[in-house]
């Protein structure tokens, strides 16, 4: 149901083969710069095990995959100083998954985006 691509650009990077900006690792996370950045922070996280999307993650992640990467994806929140709860102007988390979403790397991740205003979430159709 769900076919892991491990010549995708994260599976890449996860096996050090090409260069990324590491904001923070974890057992089970990377979080590092999105290489095309569309605000002042855009940060990726991604779990370090093969999974395509948020719903494959859901469904076959650990509970210890799952609570770190919540965790990391908090952490990065308080971190870049986006959270409004430590003071930011406040953020977005984005998952895309499949094509009507434009995923264009399959393996699970989320944007961390903040530092302007950032919009509403969608523009009208
Ligand atoms: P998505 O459409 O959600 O799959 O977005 C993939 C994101 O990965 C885009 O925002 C790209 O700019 C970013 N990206 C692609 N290659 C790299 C890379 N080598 N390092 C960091 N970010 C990347």
């Known amino acids: 149901m ?3 691509d491990n010549q995708n650009v994260f599976a890449k990077i996860l096996r050090g083969e090409i260069p ?11 979080a590092f710069e999105d ?5 002042p922070v855009h ?3 991604i779990p370090r095990g ?15 995959e ?15 100083g986006a959270a409004p709860g430590s003071g930011g102007s406040g953020y977005r988390v984005i998952s895309n998954a499949g094509p ?4 264009e790397v399959p393996h699970y ?5 903040g530092g302007r205003p950032l919009g509403r979430i969608l523009q009208p159709a």
């Open 2 to 4: 769900y076919a892991y």
């Open 100 to 103: 009507a979403a434009v995923q």
């Open 109 to 113: 991740h989320v944007h961390i985006l």
């Open 20 to 30: 990324n900006k590491t904001v923070l690792e974890t057992e089970h996370c990377l």
């Open 43 to 45: 940060v990726l996280v």
């Open 50 to 64: 093969a999974y395509v999307n948020a719903d494959h993650f859901a469904a076959e992640a650990s509970d210890a």
């Open 35 to 39: 290489i095309a950045p569309q605000a």
């Open 66 to 80: 799952l609570a770190d990467f919540a965790r990391t994806v908090g952490r990065i929140a308080r971190d870049t």
